[in-house]
T-cell receptor, first 112, second 115 residues
């Protein structure tokens, strides 16, 4: 059974700092890994999708990497802003039976 | 606009009264899925469907039913709701292309309270 772990569970940084969120998974048989943002009480907004054959994806200040061999993905946020404050979730879409597995998330607070 | 629409957004019901939460997507996606989100437990998959008439259990299927009679719709049915099904529910959809799957789109969520 796939297990997805996110570290740290919470992170507080001053505005302008670069930061890295970590996601690890136990089963490398995945279609893709996706990073989401969730604001309190709201739905999930897709940030980046990395297919299993890809190594990284970039969108604006965000860069996500994927290393299937080590079972790890990272989300890099450059020049953080208070508006980046949210919970960030990673999820694997598994080739084994087509299930999806989410990590518990990292709650990010960016202080002005 | 590409979207996944869930209804209702909020629902308070009583134990044992059957209810259905609807989910519809306008992107012609093959894959649809239901999740529940609970504090301290994260997002857990309830059921998923890889295409019309094809459904399978996720990690927490007990007490739920689904059907996929049309590609765009994937309703979640609670035949006899219980208080432990109080949760925030999300529907999602994505597509399969050439052996990989595309970005998953999520609905806005349904907050269900069972008293």
């Amino acid at each position: 059974k796939q297990e997805v772990t996110q570290i740290p569970a919470a992170l507080s940084v001053p505005e302008g700092e670069n930061l890295v969120l970590n996601c690890s998974f136990t089963d490398s048989a995945i279609y893709n890994l996706q990073w989401f943002r969730q604001d309190p009480g709201k739905g999930l907004t897709s940030l980046l999708l990395i297919q299993s054959s890809q190594r990284e994806q970039t969108s604006g200040r965000l860069n996500a990497s994927l290393d299937k061999s080590s079972g790890r993905s990272t989300l890099y946020i450059a020049a953080s802003q208070p508006g980046d404050s949210a919970t960030y979730l990673c999820a694997s879409h598994n080739t084994n039976a087509g299930k999806s597995t989410f990590g518990d998330g990292t709650t990010l607070t960016v202080k002005p | 606009e590409a979207q996944v629409t869930q209804n209702p957004r909020y629902l308070i019901t009583v134990t044992g009264k059957k209810l259905t939460v609807t989910c519809s997507q306008n992107m012609n996606h093959e894959y649809m899925s239901w999740y529940r989100q609970d504090p301290g437990l994260g997002l857990r998959q309830i059921y998923y469907s890889m295409n019309v008439e094809v459904t399978d259990k996720g990690d927490v299927p007990e007490g739920y039913k689904v059907s996929r009679k049309e590609k765009r719709n994937f309703p979640l049915i609670l035949e006899s709701p219980s208080p432990n099904q109080t949760s925030l529910y999300f529907c999602a959809s994505s597509s399969y292309l050439g052996g990989s799957s595309t970005e998953a789109f999520f609905g806005q969520g349904t907050r269900l309270t069972v008293v």
